[in-house]
């Protein structure tokens, strides 16, 4: 699906214009038995070599199958993406990307110890340090949902305003599927209100 992805630019589900709560899916407009099928959707913005749209979609479909066996192992995958990018004549190789910097280590407040605790604070700060600092990303308001597709809905609900600012009114929806976009789905219903009983 990933791979679809890319040579689309379209996110593999979207919320339908008419039905906010009903999902559209990529899958659905793609007769996975025909390579064919993929390329009225390949994004065009991205200038892909037309050998290399026909083979990436054929491998995007292989990666479908129905079948687990008829999919490529990722071994399998990338050894094919390699060799796509070292047939292609004058693929355009993309300038490596910068590494971020690494957060520094965050700083404590010293704290009160009791007598000896030293020693078996110094001990666990170094068996903590040599595995290394742990970090986890930042949970958005809805973990569950892939950052991309939250992202999308974000983007989605900004153009639906700003053509509803322009006059578009109730044929909003249907003018932001027209470029592309999608209204966000509706909020999830507040959690239940609790009362102590007594």
């Known amino acids: 699906m990933v791979l679809l992805e ?7 589900a979207i919320y339908s214009p008419v039905n906010p709560t009903e999902l559209i899916y990529l899958i659905k407009h793609i007769n996975r038995h025909d390579h064919r099928s993929v390329l009225p959707l390949v994004d065009p913005r991205a200038q892909w070599p037309h050998k290399m749209q026909e ?6 479909l292989r990666c479908i199958a129905d079948k687990e066996n008829d999919r490529p192992t990722s071994v399998e995958l990338v ?20 590494m971020a910097p690494s ?22 700060a170094g068996a903590a340090g040599a595995a ?8 958005g308001p809805y973990p569950a949902q892939a950052p991309q597709l939250y992202a999308y809905q974000q983007a989605a609900g900004f153009v639906q305003h ?22 966000p789905p509706p909020p999830p219903p507040p959690p239940p209100f609790f009362c102590a009983g007594g």
């Open 132 to 139: 290394g600092p742990s970090h986890s990303p930042p949970m």
């Open 162 to 183: 700003y053509l509803a600012q322009q006059g578009g009114g109730g044929g909003a929806p249907f003018q932001a599927a027209a470029i592309g976009y999608y209204p």
């Open 55 to 60: 083979e990436i979609a054929k491998l995007s």
């Open 79 to 98: 050894g094919a993406l390699r060799d796509l990018v070292n047939q292609t004549p004058n693929f355009p190789q993309a300038p490596a990307l910068p």
């Open 6 to 12: 890319l040579l689309t630019a379209r996110p593999p």
């Open 103 to 124: 957060p520094p280590p965050a700083v404590r407040a010293p704290s009160p110890m009791p007598a000896g605790a030293p020693a078996a604070a110094a001990a666990a």
